[in-house]
């Protein structure tokens, strides 16, 4: 089981950068793709941003264009980084493998991210 800590999070004014990371105890090169989920208060989860183990990314329209994703798999870490931030991106922001047949693994405690207009 590949457990996985998030941190970098904060609060910060509108048009601010933030930087994300998502340790892993073990190794991720062997996972294809890993993402980051956000989650706001009253909202669904939803992804952010993925990349799989060879360096490809996709990212969800609302982020696309200010937030980069990115891996280092020596460090076993995923990074999120977020730039031009809006008041919109406030959540909850978590990183997970997508899922498989048997669902999600488990999800950490996540990482605030509070943008203040």
């Known amino acids: 089981q590949v457990q996985l800590v998030e941190s970098g999070g904060g609060l910060v004014q509108a048009g601010g950068s933030l930087r994300l990371s998502c340790a892993a105890s073990?190794?991720?090169?062997?996972?294809?793709?890993m993402g980051w989920y956000r989650q706001a208060p009253g909202k669904q989860r939803e992804l952010v941003a993925a990349?799989?183990?060879?360096?490809?990314?996709n990212y969800a329209d609302s982020v696309k264009g200010r937030f980069t994703i990115s891996r280092d798999n020596a460090k076993n870490t995923v990074y999120l980084q977020m730039n031009s931030l809006k008041p919109e991106d406030t959540a909850v922001y978590y990183c997970?493998?997508?899922?498989?047949?048997?669902?999600?693994?488990?999800w950490g405690q996540g990482t605030q991210v509070t943008v203040s207009s």
């Open positions: 997970n493998a997508p899922p498989n047949s048997r669902g999600f693994g488990s």
């Open positions: 073990g190794s991720i090169f062997s996972i294809n793709a």
């Open positions: 990349i799989t183990s060879g360096g490809s990314t």
